[in-house]
């Protein structure tokens, strides 16, 4: 009898089979959250000790180059890790992954998808939104701790992922080319959220460009710096590990910064039109945490943009969902039809209310200095 559990089951077997993990397979779940990689928790239990692992396929659209993914994943935990003397610290702070029977970062299955597995951090949670400012805060304490955790690693010894990941003027070109080509022919009904990005190009660039002009640095940055990719202890509320690495490269801290301070007000789902806002006690809360972290290693410049460089992702991302709207929807997961043009429209309606409370967003990042 065709039974997709039994198979699943099977599946995730040969896997844990090949990455050397024993016990009985007692559970697995699909967790729905990332936009990318396709994500399980798995329980297994041996010895009547039970484990938590997460297994992860690795989406081959978007990192066409799974190798380099892991080498960097591997090189920069590993670094991380020596960073703490008590191995407890360094099992809640810092990813662990698994290397294969045959010493490989990631497994080819029966099914030819990649996989790799990792430690499930004990006792932990992500959200996807909060209005509690505590763990808001949490949260820029995370991705300004993990800055301080990579500063000193070598960027010549990391691989670029994903080309121009945030070129945003790169992501403009391909937004004029997925209008041009209309490969969907969605073009027309919308035309108008198109024009609204165009009005904005200038200034969404504006801070790519100071990078070109030699103006800001690019250091060892995490680049997807959602605020769902940060773990909380269930039980403290305290920040653990910083997760998602697949885009550690060099890149600017002001999207790191910046991609933090666009997802704590949450991102639309679904059909609908949804209007965002940046909440000003949130930005106060996960400024504060950022920049304890952070304010005494980075430069006036870099310091001076911080507020241009949320802006920028914002309208960056947003400029992204269209593309891939235009494009059919090859990149983002979707569940509904036009998911990714109303995403879209969201990031503009946040970038606007940004822009609205710029001078606002400025004295709070002065306070903090
Ligand atoms: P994606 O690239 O698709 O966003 P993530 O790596 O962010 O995938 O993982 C998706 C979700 O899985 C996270 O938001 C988190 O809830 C959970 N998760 C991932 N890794 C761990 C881990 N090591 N421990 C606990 N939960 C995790
Ligand atoms: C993706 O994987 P996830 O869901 O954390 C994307 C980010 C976007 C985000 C928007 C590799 O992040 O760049 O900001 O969706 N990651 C990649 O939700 O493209
Ligand atoms: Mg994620």
Redesign the pocket.
């Known amino acids: 009898m065709y039974s997709p559990f039994l198979l699943k089951n099977m599946l995730i077997r040969e896997i844990l089979d090949n990455f050397k993990v024993e016990g009985e397979i007692v559970n697995y779940e699909l967790i729905n959250k990332?936009?990318?990689?396709k994500t399980y928790k798995v329980t297994v239990l041996l010895d009547g000790i039970t484990k938590y692992y997460i297994l992860q396929r690795i989406n081959t659209y978007?990192f066409k180059n799974p190798d380099i993914v892991m080498e960097n994943i591997f090189n920069t935990t590993s670094f991380m890790r020596k960073k703490f003397t008590n191995p407890i610290d360094a099992s809640k702070y810092v990813l662990h992954f698994k290397k294969t029977l045959d010493d490989k970062k990631y497994y080819k299955a029966s099914n030819d998808m990649l996989y790799r597995l990792y430690r499930f951090v004990d006792n932990s949670v992500s959200y996807d939104s909060t209005d509690d400012l505590s763990i808001i805060y949490e949260a820029g304490k995370a991705f300004g701790n993990f800055q301080n955790l990579l500063s000193d690693f070598n960027i010549d010894n990391l691989y670029t992922t994903?080309e121009d990941f945030h070129n945003t003027i790169k992501r403009y070109e391909a937004l004029k080319n997925a209008t041009k080509f209309d490969i969907m022919n969605r073009k027309d009904e919308c035309s108008s959220l198109i024009n609204e990005y165009l009005s904005y190009e200038d200034y969404a660039t504006s801070l790519y460009k100071m990078f070109l002009d030699g103006i800001i640095p690019m250091r060892v940055t995490h680049n997807?710096t959602?605020f769902?990719?940060v773990l909380f202890d269930l039980t403290t509320s305290k920040h653990l590990a910083v997760i998602?690495l697949?885009?550690i490269m060099p890149g600017l801290i002001q999207y790191d910064y910046g991609?933090g301070i666009r997802s704590i007000s949450g991102?639309a789902d679904s059909d609908y039109n949804q209007e965002l806002h940046i909440s000003i006690e949130k930005f106060d809360a996960f400024t504060k945490g950022f920049l304890e972290e952070t304010k005494s290693s980075l430069s006036k410049k870099e310091l001076e943009t911080l507020a241009l460089g949320a802006i920028s992702v914002t309208i960056e991302?947003g400029v992204r969902f269209l593309t891939d709207y235009l494009e059919g929807d090859k990149?983002?997961v979707t569940k509904t039809k036009k998911e990714n043009f109303f995403r879209s429209k969201s990031q503009i309606s946040l970038a606007k209310d940004m822009i609205k409370k710029y001078d606002l967003m400025q004295n709070i990042i002065k306070k903090y200095l």
Do not use: A, H, Q, S
């Not at 990332?34 to 990689?37: A, H, L, S």
């Open positions: 990332g936009r990318i990689n978007v994903i997807d959602k769902n990719n998602d697949d885009t991609d991102e991302l990149y983002f």
